[in-house]
């Protein structure tokens, strides 16, 4: 599956009774983005621009790094940051860019655009989505730019619960 969407629909009274156990439960074992929709859109809660690693790292229980190595990874598939998804917005951008962020940001979108070569950013792999390490500014740049792919330093979390994982 490309994506799950998860709804509810209980009962007054039950809305969250069941729904946190049961959908880490059932994010926690995907390999694929989740949607959890509510039953009553007044419960919609505001989500940050990106994923946090953090965050979603905990819902897949103890995870092990494992180094991939260098290598393209589809924009697309970069999802969220590590240690700064509440800052972010959807583009990779800061919420509140000071001065010198919309400077640095410039520069390195200029660098890409004029083909100059830049280091490759670095990601952390947690099931089907990727995480910003390092290169938040250049990620932006990249989705502004209409890029496909960028390349990247990748090391993936992979939970230690995974029967595919104790496996390996």
Partial sequence: ADLVVLGRSLPQGWVGLFTSAVGEEVTGRLTCPA???PADPREAQPTPGVRSFDADAALA???APRPLGLRPVSLDRII????????????FRPRQPDFGEQQRFERIYHAMRDGVSLPPIA????????YVLDGNHRVAAAKR????EIEAEVTE???LQ???????
């Fill in 61 to 63: 229980g103890p995870v």
């Fill in 80 to 91: 969220g940051s590590v240690g700064r998804a509440r800052e972010l917005d959807e583009s």
């Fill in 123 to 130: 990601l952390y792999k947690l099931g089907y989505g990727y």
């Fill in 145 to 148: 730019l209409g890029f496909g």
């Fill in 157 to 159: 979390y992979v939970p």
């Fill in 35 to 37: 949607v959890l929709v």
């Fill in 162 to 168: 995974d029967p595919q994982t104790l496996r390996v």
